[in-house]
């Protein structure tokens, strides 16, 4: 990763982050569905929707169930006639009777103890292992429930209309035991919709008891059995046709394909009820995905299901959990050791030693940093260091190159390792005469002197196995070291060795003019000056 990478990854960063906060990136319901709100709304106003959602899914799904319940009893199978061939009070007065008061009664009971039951929510607690088990089993009461009360419907009909006359007895067995089956089905699942926030809450105590998930399996043979019910009501009207003989090809063919309809009808509204369940959570799985995709690895998934989706959310979430804990280090670690130098670790695994590159090397140095000390607060000398290292640091970035170590009031900066760059003494000696200038701009209560040197080097991991670090050694390293000395004497306090300039590109010569040939400590070739025009 070069710095062009790195300034474009964080650039890109920043605009994501202005963009969700503008409104202008897509958010996914929290809980699948705009219906069940959002995971900051307060407790009150959730149990009032969820209560509210509740009473609605239930009225309408008994309706639904009255109504196919109406259609098979007076249209599908309509000899005996629960209209003449019945006493008048049980099917204008008793039928009904029941029909409302359970319709009334029993969805105002079963929201309410639902409701309650889940109290724990309500107050923020956090649940228990009894809170959990209550949640999870909350959508089965409900269908139990239901199932209750059609039983005692069922058995309530069929003994009246039964005592009337005996061909009743089939029918309104198989009528309310098919009708109040598709119900309390119907029932179990939108109420698995209903209660996803308090769901929620309960799955961040820990993953459900495996006894009481059905799982993704569960769902669709549940739903592929009940949406078979119908195949067997033709299988009994035709028994039930053939055995009684009371009804004419006429009547059996319409009844026939008004159960055809219904069975598909119910399987269509059942499978599209669990479908919708299974989808909801992997569609919210994928629009995270997207967002850590485009580099925003704060997002989150809400753990609603209490199947293997659940898993699968509370998976990913681990994953971008991780993903961020990874791109933690990996700063920690490029800050200290230099992005390059970071990206050049995770593409290879790192060993000790190293390679000859071609390479132009930087190094910059304080003057006078014992008055420097001395004269000041050690927090003002803390605060003056940051600003010089920063300025330092910027301008090695924007010029490709990157910061090798800081050595107390000084700095070595590399450029051509570990990253290739064409022209090597172009960045640094663009990169020097840079610094000095912000320097004397920017912090005019501190000086410097610059060196810049370029040659052949070896770059590598020097040090043990347990332990090392990447660095450069070699003439140019040396050299820029013994010019940076040099270049305090001088009046831009910046010098670079002729050879360097003379290898740079005629742009960059142009800002460079030759001085005095000397003999550097240490050295014995003579290095003639090149200063900055």
């Not at 000086?447 to 080097?457: F, K, L, M, Q, Y």
């Amino acid at each position: 990763m070069n710095a062009h990478n790195s300034v474009a990854y964080r650039l890109g960063r920043v605009l994501e982050a202005v963009t969700r906060q503008s409104g202008r990136l897509r958010e996914t319901p929290d809980y699948g569905s705009w219906l069940l709100g959002k995971s900051s709304e307060s407790q009150r106003r959730r149990r009032v929707r969820i209560q509210f959602i509740l009473t609605v899914f239930i009225v309408s799904t008994n309706l639904l169930g009255i109504a196919i319940a109406l259609l098979l009893v007076t249209i599908v199978i309509p000899v005996p006639s629960v209209f003449t061939d019945a006493p008048m009070w049980v099917t204008f007065v008793a039928a009904p009777a029941y029909i409302a008061l359970a319709l009334v009664l029993g969805t105002f009971w079963i929201t309410r103890h639902t409701v309650r039951a889940l109290r724990w929510a309500i107050e923020e607690r956090k649940p228990t292992h009894e809170d959990q088990l209550n949640t999870f089993l909350a959508p089965w009461r409900v269908a139990k429930a239901h199932l209750i009360l059609w039983g005692v419907g069922t058995a309530l009909l069929t003994t009246l209309y039964g005592l009337q006359d005996t061909r009743f007895i089939p029918r309104f067995l198989f009528v309310g035991s098919f009708a109040g089956v598709v119900v309390a089905t119907a029932c179990y699942l939108l109420t698995e919709f209903a209660l996803r926030p308090v769901a929620a809450q309960a799955l961040e105590a820990g993953p459900p008891p495996r006894r009481l998930t059905a799982g993704i399996m569960g769902r669709q043979m549940t739903v592929w059995f009940l949406g078979s019910l119908p195949v067997v009501g033709i299988a009994l009207l035709a028994v039930f046709a053939a055995s009684l003989k009371n009804l004419t090809p006429t009547q059996f063919a319409v009844a026939v394909w008004i159960l055809a309809v219904v069975a598909l009808l119910v399987g269509f509204m059942l499978m599209w009820i669990v479908s919708w369940l299974t989808a909801t959570p992997v569609r919210a799985v994928r629009a995270a995905l997207n967002r850590v995709e485009q580099g925003d690895l704060d997002c989150k998934v809400v753990v609603f299901d209490g199947t293997e989706l659940g898993e699968l959310q509370r998976g990913f979430n681990s994953m971008v959990d991780g993903l961020r804990e990874r791109e933690r280090v990996r700063d920690l670690f490029g800050r200290y050791v230099g992005r390059e130098v970071a990206a050049a670790a995770e593409l290879r695994r790192p060993r000790l030693g190293g390679e000859e590159r071609h390479v132009a090397v930087i190094f910059v140095d304080i003057i006078g940093s014992t008055q420097l000390v001395t004269g000041r607060p050690a927090t003002d000398v803390v605060d003056l260091l940051n600003r010089f290292f920063a300025v330092i640091v910027d301008e090695v970035d924007r010029h490709h190159g990157f910061v090798n170590k800081f050595e107390g009031d000084a700095a070595l900066a590399v450029f051509g390792a570990p990253n290739d760059l064409d022209s090597p003494e172009d960045e640094a000696l663009a990169a020097g005469r840079a610094i000095a200038r912000r320097i004397r701009n920017e912090l005019p209560e501190c000086e410097a002197g610059i060196g810049v040197v370029s040659g052949e080097a070896v770059a590598g991991n020097v040090g043990a196995k347990e332990r090392f670090e990447y660095t450069v050694i070699g003439e140019p390293v040396n050299e820029a070291a013994r010019l940076c000395e040099l270049a305090k004497s001088t009046p831009a306090h910046l010098l670079a060795s002729s050879e360097t300039v003379q290898n740079a590109s005629e742009s960059e010569r142009g800002h460079w003019t030759f001085g005095d040939t000397v003999t550097l400590r240490g050295h014995d070739e003579p290095t003639r000056l090149a200063l900055p025009v």
